[in-house]
């Protein structure tokens, strides 16, 4: 299994473009999330989701977008892309929700000049 | 939301030294989980915590949950170059609270082992 994979593992923006960070499990998870950390911080939950279909909002979702059409992925958009969303980028699923350990990716190093 | 406050932020110890860092709730959790983060990577589930009083050892690592399920510790006895990383605990919502994707991460804590 390959668990959480992320794609693309950096990537550079100018400011005001867009991107789409890619998120894909193959666990069968029911439970996706995506959290951003800043250097030497702790992870941010952006958006998350419990099923396809269904998304909600975390603790920072201003300037995001997700989407859920299948259980496998869960993409998260940029739309105009601003330095303050220059972190390093996490996927994550869980298979229930609040007694279910977390399955990361390898992250998503965004840099947005 | 809950609020969990985890101490310290940093810790520097010598290579065979002890760690202790510790995540303290104002209210009672139903449960608790512990990830450690290597410098450079992802988030790695630990442990989870479920009972009052429960103690789990994985290792060199022992793992409480205080009798009132409002604070827990992760111990790291003669610590090695590995265990450098930042730990962080995740706390669900309230007992009760049905918002099952807002588990909170603590701020975590940054051990750095000198050799």
């Known amino acids: 299994n390959a668990g959480v994979t992320q794609t693309p593992k950096f990537r550079i923006l100018k400011i005001g473009q867009s991107m789409t960070l890619q998120c894909t499990q193959d666990m069968n998870h029911n439970y996706m999330y995506w959290y951003r950390q800043d250097p030497g911080m702790g992870l941010k939950l952006i958006y998350y989701?419990?099923?396809?279909?269904?998304?909600d909002k975390g603790e920072v979702p201003n300037g995001y977008n997700v989407s859920r059409s299948t259980t496998e992925d869960f993409p998260l958009r940029l739309e105009l892309a601003a330095p303050s969303q220059t972190s390093v980028y996490f996927c994550a699923s869980s298979s229930t929700g609040n007694n279910s350990p977390l399955h990361f990716g390898n992250g998503t190093r965004l840099t947005v000049t | 939301g809950q609020q969990v406050m985890q101490i310290p932020q940093y810790q520097h110890v010598q290579e065979g030294e002890d760690f202790t860092t510790y995540c303290n709730s104002s209210t009672t959790l139903s449960n608790i989980q512990w990830y450690k983060q290597r410098p450079g990577g992802h988030p790695v589930f630990l442990i989870q915590?479920?009972?009052?009083?429960e103690v789990k050892k994985q290792k060199r690592l022992t793992f409480q949950f205080g009798e009132a399920k409002k604070n827990s510790s992760l111990h790291i006895t003669a610590t090695q170059t590995t265990d450098v990383g930042t730990y962080f605990c995740r706390t669900p919502p309230s007992a009760g609270g049905t918002s099952y994707g807002k588990l909170t991460f603590g701020q975590g804590t940054i051990l750095t082992v000198h050799p």
């Open positions: 915590l479920v009972k009052s009083g």
């Open positions: 989701s419990v099923g396809a279909g269904i998304t």
